[in-house]
């Protein structure tokens, strides 16, 4: 017989140890705690009963469990008859497709999956470029309800061919609804079952083409299905080939709230306390928040369990990063000291994992460290860019004769109210923004809802320019990278799913806008100047709508000189201020990529000479070709 452990060193919830499985919860109110499963017939009486280990905690040692076993807590809580079943909190996994509120916590050891020796390490934190994506949604194979973490995974090499290095999943904690966002998660440590393929003949399909994408890479593969059975180890494998393919991995995690809509055997009242009364919740306040309840930051255990939480990503799934939803609504209800203890044990665990904060309205102090007075994120998501941009687009789709603010971009180009602007994580499209019944899509937008016309070919491309060369870490949401056209829906409707058959078909429309978007990208990661901290305003004239601005690499140079036009005509022999003089190549043209190659592009043949007088503070001048509604860029 196995020796039994301290209990006091154990980790929370069940543990795979030699000989057995050890179970640690945190009940303070509850009068007895029993472990119980299929292993015991679901029993609870003196057999199954766990030890009080002080501090409102539990535990338990149960010899020779195996792997899978099902499981639960059985609660006695006050008042007498306040007793039940109740899901682990922190359980790994959930049974398959159980309707809540009847699925039962499986015992899981996170340390038999096969992992790949890449040694990967995410890019350094002003030169990522990430890519939004919602797994239920972003490629659903025919037949299926919903896309999965191996649905996502088949998509990496194009995701690698775009130049993206890091992809945000939307939460992927379990939730009690059909379909979701994420933003309604119930069981914290559990991925989403809907997430994940159980069936045997469709396994094999999708273990034959995560090997087939091993191999491209010319990495090992997988040796039997059964590394990838459970939405554990398939959210894994996609983490895994992630990585292979040099791209990291930030999840979404949402710890404002939790819920809406708790069911009896979720954490709501884990210690059995009488249902109707939230201030009697263990882990949450009385206050709600997006439909679920806010969490009690006060509370160091319920502090605990959210660092732990964060933690448990870092060390059993690898990911590169958080993004924390709504961090001003934590703050709001108590939880700025939450957030910086939580920061700072997250830095000291891994400190290349970037920590993004969500602040509504941008609050520099969320990215100061702790010593002053900040919650120490690393970055936060900025809507200057987003909302000048957007308002810009559709002043344009009014006509020629509108006025558009070029000023308020160049405002939200250069000052993103940071100390740093690298800071700043810009995007002109997100899960919030273009979620159906919410704002528009770029093109449509942009194209006065017609969004194939070459007005809103042309301006979609000048507004993902900007995005992709404006300081601070550019975020894509999935399918603005060809041109995507229809709000998104949490509940795959094929109404509202990304157009790849129309991609993959061989839409030119969308194949121009992809080679676009995938050439701007790799000159972003080959012109250090675009991801560089110098950004300085050169000429901004609203009525003419055209933008110039110069980016460079502080202490290194690099500089390059970025020229935006809103004007519906081409500009010829247009007088721009440069840095310098001599010759300057034209690195890149966005006219270019209009039904390519553009037989009639505007341009300045691949260079220009700046030798003219000085010209907006600036030593030399440049006579330029700026192709209407285009973005032309320089280096030298």
């Given at each position: 017989m196995p020796a039994q452990p301290d209990f006091t060193t154990i980790p929370m919830g069940a543990t795979a140890v030699p000989g057995g499985v050890t179970f640690r919860v945190w009940a303070p109110r509850a009068t007895a705690v029993y472990v119980t499963g299929d292993f015991n017939s679901w029993k609870h009486d003196p057999s199954s009963q766990m030890e009080v280990i002080g501090g409102g905690q539990w535990a338990a040692f149960i010899p020779g469990l195996n792997l899978d076993s099902q499981y639960l807590y059985y609660i006695d809580g006050p008042p007498t008859g306040t007793s039940g079943f109740k899901r682990d909190p922190r359980a790994r996994l959930l049974t398959f497709q159980a309707t809540f509120p009847n699925a039962n916590c499986v015992l899981r050891d996170p340390s038999g999956f096969p992992w790949h020796n890449t040694v990967f390490r995410p890019p350094a934190f002003n030169d990522l470029l990430i890519y939004e994506l919602h797994v239920g949604t972003y490629s659903i194979k025919a037949g299926n309800p919903d896309g999965s973490f191996l649905d996502v995974l088949l998509r990496v090499p194009y995701l690698a061919s775009l130049g993206i290095n890091a992809v945000e999943l939307l939460p992927i904690q379990e939730f009690e609804t059909e379909f979701s966002l994420g933003y309604n998660g119930t069981d914290y440590f559990s991925p989403e079952?809907?997430?994940?393929?159980?069936?045997?003949?469709?396994?094999?399909?999708?273990?034959?083409?995560?090997?087939?994408?091993?191999?491209?890479?010319?990495?090992?593969?997988?040796?039997?299905?059964?590394?990838?059975?459970?939405?554990?180890?398939?959210?894994?494998?996609?983490?895994?080939?992630?990585?292979?393919?040099?791209?990291?991995?930030?999840?979404?995690?949402?710890?404002?709230?939790?819920?809406?809509?708790?069911?009896?055997?979720?954490?709501?009242?884990?210690?059995?306390?009488?249902?109707?009364?939230?201030?009697?919740?263990?882990?949450?306040?009385?206050?709600?928040?997006?439909?679920?309840?806010?969490?009690?930051?006060?509370?160091?255990?319920?502090?605990?369990?959210?660092?732990?939480?964060?933690?448990?990503?870092?060390?059993?799934?690898?990911?590169?990063?958080?993004?924390?939803?709504?961090?001003?609504?934590?703050?709001?209800?108590?939880?700025?000291?939450?957030?910086?203890?939580?920061?700072?044990?997250?830095?000291?665990?891994?400190?290349?994992?970037?920590?993004?904060?969500?602040?509504?309205?941008?609050?520099?102090?969320?990215?100061?460290?702790?010593s002053a007075g900040g919650a120490g994120f690393d970055a936060t998501w900025n809507d200057g860019l987003r909302l000048t941009v957007r308002s810009a687009l559709a002043s344009a789709s009014s006509g020629a004769s509108a006025r558009i603010a070029m000023d308020a971009i160049a405002n939200a180009l250069l000052n993103t109210g940071l100390d740093n602007r690298w800071r700043a994580v810009q995007s002109l499209e997100d899960h919030d923004r273009v979620h159906i019944g919410r704002d528009l899509r770029i093109p449509t937008l942009a194209g006065g809802n017609d969004p194939r016309s070459w007005y809103a070919r042309s301006r979609s491309r000048l507004a993902m320019g900007l995005l992709l060369i404006a300081p601070g870490i550019p975020m894509l949401f999935m399918g603005q990278e060809f041109l995507e056209e229809k709000q998104w829906n949490d509940n795959p409707d094929p109404a509202s799913l990304l157009s790849w058959g129309s991609l993959e078909g061989g839409d030119k429309i969308r194949g121009d806008f992809l080679r676009f978007t995938r050439d701007l990208i790799a000159l972003r990661h080959n012109q250090p100047g675009l991801r560089g901290e110098g950004c300085r305003l050169i000429h901004v004239h609203n009525d003419n709508r055209v933008l110039a601005f110069q980016h460079w690499v502080e202490g290194a140079g690099s500089d390059v000189v970025v020229v935006a036009s809103l004007n519906e005509s081409n500009w010829f022999h247009y007088q721009i201020g440069f840095p310098g003089g001599g010759q300057w190549q034209e690195v890149f043209n966005s006219d270019v990529y209009d039904n390519w190659v553009n037989p009639i592009v505007a341009g300045n043949g691949g260079a220009i000479q700046a030798d003219g007088a000085p010209l907006h503070g600036l030593p030399n001048s440049a006579s330029l070709t700026i192709p209407a509604n285009g973005l032309v860029i320089f280096s030298r």
């Amino acid at each position: 017989m196995p020796a039994q452990p301290d209990f006091t060193t154990i980790p929370m919830g069940a543990t795979a140890v030699p000989g057995g499985v050890t179970f640690r919860v945190w009940a303070p109110r509850a009068t007895a705690v029993y472990v119980t499963g299929d292993f015991n017939s679901w029993k609870h009486d003196p057999s199954s009963q766990m030890e009080v280990i002080g501090g409102g905690q539990w535990a338990a040692f149960i010899p020779g469990l195996n792997l899978d076993s099902q499981y639960l807590y059985y609660i006695d809580g006050p008042p007498t008859g306040t007793s039940g079943f109740k899901r682990d909190p922190r359980a790994r996994l959930l049974t398959f497709q159980a309707t809540f509120p009847n699925a039962n916590c499986v015992l899981r050891d996170p340390s038999g999956f096969p992992w790949h020796n890449t040694v990967f390490r995410p890019p350094a934190f002003n030169d990522l470029l990430i890519y939004e994506l919602h797994v239920g949604t972003y490629s659903i194979k025919a037949g299926n309800p919903d896309g999965s973490f191996l649905d996502v995974l088949l998509r990496v090499p194009y995701l690698a061919s775009l130049g993206i290095n890091a992809v945000e999943l939307l939460p992927i904690q379990e939730f009690e609804t059909e379909f979701s966002l994420g933003y309604n998660g119930t069981d914290y440590f559990s991925p989403e079952n809907d997430y994940a393929e159980a069936d045997d003949a469709q396994l094999q399909v999708y273990f034959a083409g995560a090997n087939a994408i091993l191999r491209q890479a010319g990495q090992p593969e997988y040796a039997t299905p059964d590394a990838l059975r459970g939405s554990d180890n398939q959210l894994r494998a996609l983490i895994d080939v992630c990585h292979v393919y040099s791209i990291g991995v930030i999840l979404d995690v949402v710890y404002n709230h939790a819920g809406g809509g708790f069911d009896p055997n979720s954490m709501w009242f884990l210690d059995r306390m009488p249902f109707g009364n939230n201030n009697d919740s263990l882990y949450f306040t009385d206050q709600g928040w997006a439909g679920g309840l806010v969490f009690a930051y006060w509370n160091n255990d319920v502090k605990q369990f959210l660092i732990d939480n964060a933690r448990f990503f870092y060390e059993e799934y690898r990911v590169d990063g958080i993004r924390f939803d709504e961090v001003s609504v934590m703050d709001r209800f108590g939880g700025w000291q939450t957030c910086q203890d939580m920061t700072a044990t997250l830095r000291t665990a891994k400190p290349e994992a970037i920590q993004i904060a969500e602040y509504w309205p941008v609050n520099d102090a969320v990215v100061k460290p702790p010593s002053a007075g900040g919650a120490g994120f690393d970055a936060t998501w900025n809507d200057g860019l987003r909302l000048t941009v957007r308002s810009a687009l559709a002043s344009a789709s009014s006509g020629a004769s509108a006025r558009i603010a070029m000023d308020a971009i160049a405002n939200a180009l250069l000052n993103t109210g940071l100390d740093n602007r690298w800071r700043a994580v810009q995007s002109l499209e997100d899960h919030d923004r273009v979620h159906i019944g919410r704002d528009l899509r770029i093109p449509t937008l942009a194209g006065g809802n017609d969004p194939r016309s070459w007005y809103a070919r042309s301006r979609s491309r000048l507004a993902m320019g900007l995005l992709l060369i404006a300081p601070g870490i550019p975020m894509l949401f999935m399918g603005q990278e060809f041109l995507e056209e229809k709000q998104w829906n949490d509940n795959p409707d094929p109404a509202s799913l990304l157009s790849w058959g129309s991609l993959e078909g061989g839409d030119k429309i969308r194949g121009d806008f992809l080679r676009f978007t995938r050439d701007l990208i790799a000159l972003r990661h080959n012109q250090p100047g675009l991801r560089g901290e110098g950004c300085r305003l050169i000429h901004v004239h609203n009525d003419n709508r055209v933008l110039a601005f110069q980016h460079w690499v502080e202490g290194a140079g690099s500089d390059v000189v970025v020229v935006a036009s809103l004007n519906e005509s081409n500009w010829f022999h247009y007088q721009i201020g440069f840095p310098g003089g001599g010759q300057w190549q034209e690195v890149f043209n966005s006219d270019v990529y209009d039904n390519w190659v553009n037989p009639i592009v505007a341009g300045n043949g691949g260079a220009i000479q700046a030798d003219g007088a000085p010209l907006h503070g600036l030593p030399n001048s440049a006579s330029l070709t700026i192709p209407a509604n285009g973005l032309v860029i320089f280096s030298r």
